[in-house]
Antibody
Framework: EVQLVESGGGLVQPGGSLRLSCAAS????????MTWLRQAPGKGLEGVAS????????YYVDSVKGRFTISRDNAKNSVYLQMNNLRAEDTAVYYC????????????WGQGTLVTVSS | DIQMTQSPSSLSASVGDRVTITCRTS??????LNWYQQKPGKAPNLLIY???SLQSGVPSRFSGSGSGTDFTLTISGLQPEDFATYYC?????????FGGGTKVEIK
C-alpha cells in the first residue's frame, strides 16, 4: 500500500525538543522530495521544511530556521524532523508529504501527528 | 514570497449547486497552482494540479482553470461528500505558500 505514516508527536514544554518520523511505503522513496507541513488548530496549512531526494538540499520556513532540522534515510524509507527550542506557536498537526520538487504537487500525505507545546 | 488570496473564506451551498472558489497570487505562478480538499480531522487530499489537471481518482465534477495570477476551482453539482475546506497552493517558487482556505458548508 502506498502510504506515509508519521509518529513522534506529543506534549512538550516550551524550550523542549521532539523528533518526528515519517515512514514511507509502496513507492520508490529515494525518487521524491519530502516535506513537513503543519496546521495549527483551526488554522491553514504551512510548509515547514523540505529535503531533496538525496538529502543534498534542505529548505526551511523562516520561523523554524535554526531550531528545526529535516533529514532522511533512504535505506529506511524515512524522513525526520528534529524540533528544538519549541515554542507555543509550534503547536500544530504535522504532516509529511511527498512531491517531485518545485512546480509539482503534494500527491501523498500522511495522517498527521499532533505536537502540543505547553507548560 | 508569493502571497495567496483565496475567496470566499466560507460559503453555504446546496446539494447539486455549482460552486466556484477563486485564488489570486501576488505575482505570476504560471500554471503551478494546486487545489486540495480537507475534511475535519483528516489530511489534505490533492484534487487539481498544474491549475487544471485532475488528479487520478478525483471525480470529474471538480475542475480547475487559470494561469498567471488568477485561478478558479469549480465543483459542478455539489455532492454531500464535498462539504469540506478547500485550499489552493502555489508551487512555482519557494517558499511554497497556501491560500487561507474556503469552507464549503451545507445550506
Amino acid at each position: 500500500e502506498v502510504q506515509l505514516v508519521e509518529s513522534g508527536g506529543g506534549l512538550v514544554q516550551p524550550g523542549g525538543s521532539l523528533r518526528l518520523s515519517c515512514a514511507a511505503s509502496g513507492f520508490t522513496f529515494g525518487n521524491y522530495w519530502m516535506t513537513w507541513l503543519r496546521q495549527a488548530p483551526g488554522k491553514g496549512l504551512e510548509g515547514v521544511a523540505s529535503i531533496k531526494r538525496d538529502g543534498s538540499e534542505k529548505y526551511y520556513v523562516d520561523s523554524v530556521k535554526g531550531r528545526f532540522t529535516i533529514s532522511r534515510d533512504n535505506a529506511k524509507n524515512s524522513v525526520y524532523l528534529q524540533m528544538n527550542n519549541l515554542r507555543a506557536e509550534d503547536t500544530a498537526v504535522y504532516y509529511c508529504a511527498k512531491w517531485r520538487g518545485l512546480q509539482s504537487e503534494f500527491d501523498l500525505w500522511g495522517q498527521g501527528t499532533l505536537v502540543t507545546v505547553s507548560s | 514570497d508569493i502571497q495567496m488570496t483565496q475567496s470566499p473564506s466560507s460559503l453555504s451551498a446546496s446539494v447539486g449547486d455549482r460552486v466556484t472558489i477563486t485564488c489570486r497570487t501576488s505575482q505570476s505562478a504560471s500554471i503551478y497552482l494546486n487545489w486540495y480538499q480537507q475534511k475535519p480531522g483528516k489530511a489534505p487530499n490533492l484534487l487539481i494540479y498544474a491549475a487544471s489537471s485532475l488528479q487520478s481518482g478525483v471525480p470529474s465534477r471538480f475542475s480547475g482553470s487559470g494561469s498567471g495570477t488568477d485561478f478558479t476551482l469549480t465543483i459542478s453539482g455539489l455532492q454531500p461528500e464535498d462539504f469540506a475546506t478547500y485550499y489552493c497552493q502555489q508551487s512555482y517558487s519557494a517558499p511554497l505558500t497556501f491560500g487561507g482556505g474556503t469552507k464549503v458548508e451545507i445550506k
